[in-house]
């Protein structure tokens, strides 16, 4: 909103080259600033909606497996339209001047929406969380999501994926050290058996990237990397974008050049004499910090750490389902933030929507956790006091009982 107060940040070139309305703002490009302001002030509403109706383990349940489904269906109509058709999207539409995958125009956009997808599954896996008759399910979900994201050949998308799978791993051993239920708290080959089972997915999900990547983009990643390296076509050579970016941010270090302003601003400061015309820097840290300056990174860093710090607490909960919604839903928050430091999925609507949705499932409060039963509460309440439990009216006879107090 600052942005588009009139401050006078523009100067004589900015007038020259913009109307005087736009000169007369600190956004080179107001109309865009105010549409994206419009877009930010619906996907608020839009997170707010999901942490106040996700309110229930049921609800929960039901919202982690809708997106299950549709994740593993979306990659079943990808990867048959990969096979039978890659050039169309729908066998309707063919772009020109792009790379189709599934229904999105773009296939590095459809590896950032699988990055995402694929965190529920995994967490629940990896956290033990899933039953017995229901295990082949999430697999073939898995598996599937995970064949359909290295079938796009992003370079970008699969490292972000093996990223997940890192942080998924550590994030799991973590929670379960420090809640005591590793092998050495169960003891024995019976509480090592979990452990290794859960060791041997994480090895196989390994192992299902490694053939994935060889065996699809073995010869084509690597000439895409030389070419990268090598060539001068700037629709191969990201350091480009980024480097107009950089120049935009020492422009405009503290505000930027306005939210949504980057394709007006990047014409001044593009390396190339025209050659492309750029809307996104193709890195959202840089593309924060030209559009909002230091503000707006402090803003986000801001945003970023109180997901982090809120989703490893919910980790750590005593109801293993949650935990697994927790770490899934995190991880794949941590894979399309590691994305995005080479492309922008956050800058579009599908996988914006499905990031908030992701970080509203790992902040929730404890009121979508399943409630431990009631005797078995009282039997370890008794085991703790010695064998001896004091009965409701002696807990307090002038005041509000415990359970009284933790219900308020």
Known sequence: LVQLLPLGGGDAATAAELSSAAARTISLDPYATRMTLVQLAALAVYFSAALVFIDTPKRLRI?????????????????????????????????????????????????????????????????????????????????????????????????????????????????RRKDGTGAAAEGGATGARPVLRRLGLQLAFGLVLLVG???????????????????????????TFWRGARDIIRERPWLGAGLGAFGVAYTRHDPTPGEARLDQAHNDYLQILSD????GGLLGLAFLVSLFRQGFARAGSD???????????????????????????????????????????????????????????????????????????????TGPSTAETAGT
Not at 121 to 131: D, E, M, T
Not at 292 to 295: I, L
């Open 319 to 397: 109801d293993k389902f949650r935990r697994g919604v927790a770490a899934g839903a995190l991880a794949g928050c941590f894979g399309a933030l590691v994305h995005s430091f080479f492309d922008f999925p956050l800058h579009l609507a599908a996988i914006a929507l499905l990031f908030l949705l992701l970080a509203a499932l790992a902040t929730v409060n404890g009121r979508v956790e399943e409630q431990p039963v009631k005797g078995r509460r009282r039997h370890r309440r008794r085991h703790a006091r010695g064998g001896h439990e004091a009965s409701a009216p002696e807990l307090s006879t």
């Open 63 to 175: 919202v982690v497996r809708v997106l299950v489904v549709f994740g593993a269906a979306l990659a079943l109509f990808a990867l048959l339209q990969f096979f039978l058709n890659p050039e169309q999207i729908y066998w309707l539409r063919q772009p020109r001047y792009a790379r189709p995958f599934g229904p999105f125009i773009n296939r590095h956009h459809f590896a950032g929406y699988m990055v995402l997808a694929t965190g529920l599954p995994l967490g629940l896996l990896f956290a033990g969380a899933v039953k017995k008759d229901l295990l082949p399910l999430y697999l073939f979900a898995t598996i599937v999501m995970a064949m359909a994201l290295v079938a796009t050949l992003s370079r970008g998308g699969v490292l972000a994926f093996a990223a997940e799978l890192v942080f998924l791993a550590g994030l799991i051993a973590l929670t």
């Open 292 to 295: 909002a300056g230091v503000v």
């Open 213 to 239: 990547v060889l065996a699809y983009m073995g010869d084509e990643l690597v000439s895409r990397t030389m070419e990268t390296i090598t060539s001068g076509n700037v629709t191969s050579d990201r350091t």
